[in-house]
């Protein structure tokens, strides 16, 4: 019998992503939730470098980064692939999952921290980013097409974070008027049941990203 461990804390999105693949795999896992701010020796031994969540354990190997753990998961357990057979479309999943990571979190979240003109240029850049995914998903169920698939899972922290920040903040982002099919997406993949039954509290996310803002905006006060 495979023993799987789950390092992660209750708010981190990209922790959500292994535990919504496990499940869609419906392989068992046991969880251990970190304190980040005082962050475990098992956690500290097995993620040296990066000393972050989430970190896989299978059979005492340690895997880190989630889009790596995904990857690793649906590699070792064959049903309900995440990725599809075609070359083609397994790169254009992997991409987006990228694009997802490396441009849309970032501007959102630049969006979220800033305030006034920061935050109105930097709402900008977050929906030019927003609007490649519009694109991406005419004529699609889900990015993957019509199955919930690596991308989507990798884009999921949208589903549920990206009205957080809004409501927290303040802000218009990603309304049904400017992305109608990203809309679309984000209740369809939030109503999976795999999806609705492993969600953290809303309520909680807001308390704990209103500090967060509070304590990245006063590190840009200046002093």
């Known amino acids: 019998m495979a023993e799987v461990k789950l390092f992660r804390t209750w708010s981190s999105p990209f922790a959500l992503r292994i535990v919504w693949a496990l499940k869609l795999k419906g392989v068992s896992y046991e969880t251990?939730?970190?304190?980040?701010?005082?962050k475990s020796p098992l956690l500290l031994q097995y993620n040296p470098i990066h000393?972050?969540?989430p970190v896989l354990v299978h059979n005492g190997k340690p895997i880190a980064e989630s889009l790596v753990i995904l990857e690793y998961i649906d590699e070792t357990w064959k049903e309900n692939p995440l990725l599809p057979e075609d070359p083609l479309e397994r790169a254009a999943a992997r991409f987006w999952a990228k694009f997802g990571d490396e441009k849309v979190l970032p501007s959102i979240w630049e969006s979220f921290t800033n305030e006034g003109k920061g935050q109105e240029e930097a709402i900008v850049k977050a929906k030019e980013n927003l609007n490649y995914l519009e694109e991406e998903l005419k004529g699609k169920k889900f990015f993957g097409g019509e199955k919930l698939g690596l991308a989507d899972i990798a884009l999921g922290w949208l589903a549920h974070y990206e009205s957080?920040?809004?409501?927290?903040?303040?802000?218009?982002?990603?309304?049904?008027?400017e992305f109608p099919l990203l809309s679309a997406w984000k209740l369809t993949f939030a109503d999976a049941?795999?999806?609705?039954?492993?969600?953290?509290?809303r309520d909680k996310l807001v308390a704990k990203f209103q500090a967060t803002r509070e304590d990245q905006l006063l590190k840009?006060?200046?002093k």
Do not use: C, R
């Open 193 to 201: 049941p795999i999806i609705k039954d492993n969600l953290p509290s």
């Open 220 to 222: 840009k006060t200046p």
């Open 32 to 38: 251990i939730y970190e304190d980040l701010s005082n």
């Open 51 to 53: 000393k972050k969540v």
């Open 164 to 177: 957080v920040f809004e409501d927290v903040a303040g802000m218009k982002l990603l309304t049904e008027e």
